[in-house]
């Protein structure tokens, strides 16, 4: 009854490895639509660019299910080539040192050079080693950065706010106009990561996590922090500012509407915005708090990052090499760039796309490199903790019961801060 | 009964195999993974495992979060059920009485049956929108001002209301063939003795109606602590934040996107205990109740 079948499966076995001249590799995603297409036109540019190996791009649903679906292949020892894995899911995957090859040894090691400096500031350090080795290959990054109602403010007859004072002053005269002032979409990505990084302020210990796991608090109870979320309630009190739950479109839905003067959202969030927005809108830097000393440094690079995944044979490694190298060429990056509204990650795609006049006709395009580019900080390039998707969970949590009215902010915080800091000691142990 | 008799003793097993091998490969040995992962504190690719003893079943039962979420179960499973079971039978009752144009009600009850519970989720999100919800605007009639996705309690009232609008015509449907097979002698020697359908109701249908009604009531338990994941995932739009949730999304949301397997291992042994218990108490304590025939 077996032999039948074993001898089938040798046949396609054999028929398979007979018929593939080129090397295959797979790359599991997590993005969809319109962004998901762009991932496998960039496929097809590297497959019809060279004959040695063959790309096969797979989405895997939304970033934490790319991430868990990696996770289970890796523990079957099914793994692909190349996994996305996203902002917050990164200090998993770089503490489990057997599961990835650094991309930075990968690529040295197929015999490609490899500049750390020809990454912009901004994405330098988020997927890399304390001693600034590449981890992951900085892929899709995006910036939040807010974008402008431009009618909203002419009939306020205001100018767009650099920091938050200015905001302040500003807002009752978009109230008066008859717009909501202020809307954001993502209050741990924006409001908690970036506050940290834009003001430049501690975000947990280790230096913000990146040091070790062990004993990583994380600082929650940040009186600057503290202010912020309190100045946000009194400002949604007042109707300077709307909270529509932790859903990134019932928030963004308003500045599509014109409803709202200005909306923190993504640099990647341009593309589509220019289908959906009613009105007329530019963009400009995520605000930061005058009052805040050395605060207005750079945020640090959100989206997500390529890992190459250990355990493939060296031809496949190879491959995977090939196509990082192939991604980082400015005409790639270049078409990454405007295909989908993510940032250039290279000073040469930016400059390349520059020299083609492509800002001059679309400015709201290069507003979250040049926030990237900005002079960094101690505490401007990001942090690194572990189970890190609980924590931001945590927070939406609590944050959606302060706009509820069901807590206070610094009671908010603690809770945050001493179920975040249970998880971390858990994560230590787990890496440990 | 009469027995089968099988020429081989062997036979029955045979026949039993496929069935055993797909209960083993696909409940039991996925059980006694969850138990053993559950008693180990791992790392998500699986280089080291530590032995932790019962610390993730004390980590989780410990939480303050975790008793929440288990109240609101507890609330959620029990409002759904009774409220499912009784706007179900009430309908049936209702349109087994029906006798013009009965086809036509039963059919209109029933459809909703084959919505999936994401859709089912979906059109409930739609109907209870923050900005253009017609339910949230309806609301908004009466001056309640609805925030679903925002406020704790609005959330929780329109989960449960897509969950139950979810289940009715599943209970529609055995309700009603259940009050079918009540013969016709029956009913007209009780419609002689007595002219009150109220008390018709409560005396004679609803003992006729007791083992339809208690399958029910354990399918329907277990749909309210378990298949309402779809409307769950989907009315939360894949952020919990501050909305109302169930053990079983806890699992979810600690095991898939957390990536904490011990922890999330011991939470769904709870759940399996939880269940365990239910089922004996249900069998021991109100089937003895129950009739057949």
């Known amino acids: 009854m077996f032999k039948p ?125 304390p001693d600034g080795k590449f981890v992951g290959m900085p892929f899709n990054s995006s910036a939040p950065i807010m974008y402008v109602n431009t009618e909203a403010l002419e009939k306020a007859g205001v100018e767009a706010p650099k920091t938050w004072e200015e ?69 949604a009190d007042e109707g300077y500012f709307g909270y529509f739950g932790a859903g990134w479109n019932d928030n963004q839905k308003l500045f599509e509407d014109g409803k709202a003067a200005l909306w923190i959202g993504s640099s990647g969030s341009f593309g589509g915005l220019q289908k959906t927005a009613q009105k007329p809108f530019t963009a400009a830097f995520l605000p930061y708090w005058q009052g805040i000393e050395g605060a207005g440094t750079n945020s640090f690079i959100g989206g997500a990052a390529l890992f190459a995944m250990s355990g493939k044979p060296d031809e496949e490694n190879k491959c995977t090499a090939d196509f990082f190298q192939f991604l980082t060429s400015p005409e790639i990056q270049k078409f990454y760039h405007q295909a989908t509204g993510y940032v250039a990650i290279t000073k040469a795609a930016y400059e390349l796309a520059k020299s083609e006049g492509y800002y001059e006709k679309t400015p709201v395009a290069e507003v979250g490199i040049q926030q990237l580019m900005l002079k960094s900080g101690d505490w401007s390039k990001g942090y690194r903790l572990g189970f890190y998707p609980q924590i931001r969970e945590i927070m939406e949590r609590e944050y959606g019961r302060i706009f509820a009215g069901e807590t206070s902010v610094e009671d908010a915080m603690k809770t945050i801060e001493t179920e975040a800091n249970d998880l971390l000691a858990r994560f230590a142990k787990t890496a440990g | ?170 209970n529609f449907i055995f309700i009603l063939s259940g009050l079918q097979s009540i013969p016709a002698s029956v009913r007209e020697a009780a419609a002689i003795d007595c002219r009150s359908g109220t008390r018709r109701f409560w005396t004679m249908t609803l003992p006729l109606l007791a083992p339809t009604a208690f399958f029910l009531l354990v399918i329907n338990m277990t749909y309210a602590l378990f298949d309402t994941f779809g409307v769950i995932d989907v009315m939360v739009k894949d952020k919990a934040a501050n909305n109302p949730i169930t053990l079983v999304y806890k699992v979810y949301m600690d095991g898939f996107r957390g990536n904490d397997l011990g922890g999330s291992s011991a939470q769904s042994v709870i759940l399996m205990i939880v269940v365990f218990v239910l089922t004996i108490f249900q069998f021991r304590f109100i089937e003895r109740r129950v009739h057949y025939n």
């Open chain 2, 1 to 170: 009964m009469k027995r089968v008799q099988f020429s081989s003793p062997y036979l029955p097993y045979l026949f039993l195999a496929p069935q055993m091998a797909i209960i083993f490969v696909f409940f039991y040995w996925p059980s006694v993974q969850a138990i053993q992962s559950s008693f180990y504190l791992e790392d998500p690719f699986g280089f080291g495992s530590t032995f932790v003893g019962l610390s993730n079943y004390s980590d989780a039962l410990g939480s303050v979060q975790y008793q929440s979420i288990a109240r609101f179960t507890v609330v959620f499973t029990a409002l759904v059920t009774f409220l499912s079971l009784g706007i179900g039978m009430l309908l049936a009752v209702k349109a087994d009485a029906v006798l013009k144009g009965s086809a036509a009600y039963k059919t209109l009850l029933i459809w909703v049956y084959a919505i999936a519970p994401p859709v089912a989720g979906l059109m409930g999100m739609m109907f209870f929108d923050q900005h253009i919800g017609p339910l949230v605007k309806f609301a908004a009639l009466f001056g309640w001002d609805m925030k679903v996705g925002l406020n704790y309690n609005d959330t929780a009232i329109a989960m449960i209301i897509v969950s139950v609008w979810k289940q009715i015509p599943y």
């Open chain 1, 5 to 129: 079948l074993s001898l089938a499966g040798f046949a396609l076995a054999f028929s398979a490895s007979a018929s593939m001249a080129a090397t295959n590799i797979t790359w599991w995603h997590g993005m969809a639509g319109r962004n998901g297409e762009v991932i496998n036109e960039v496929a097809q540019k590297f497959n019809a660019a060279q004959s040695a190996c063959a790309l096969t791009p797979v989405s895997k649903g939304t970033y934490e299910e790319a991430l868990a679906s990696g996770i289970a292949a890796f523990r079957s020892g099914e793994q692909p080539n190349i996994l996305q894995v996203f902002d917050a899911g990164a200090a998993t995957i770089i503490n489990a040192p057997g599961a990835v090859i650094p991309a930075e040894d990968l690529i040295t090691g197929a015999g490609h050079p490899f500049d750390r400096e020809a990454f912009i500031e901004g994405v330098r350090y988020f997927y890399a080693t």
């Open chain 1, 167 to 235: 905001f302040e002053a500003i807002a009752p005269k978009l109230k008066e106009a008859g717009y909501l002032p202020l809307v954001q979409s993502q209050l741990t990505w924006q409001f908690t990561e970036n506050f940290f990084s834009r003001n430049n302020i501690q975000f947990a210990t280790n230096n913000n996590g990146y040091d070790s796991v062990t004993d990583t608090k994380i600082n929650m109870t940040d009186p600057n922090l503290v202010m912020m979320f309190t100045k946000l309630k009194a400002w």
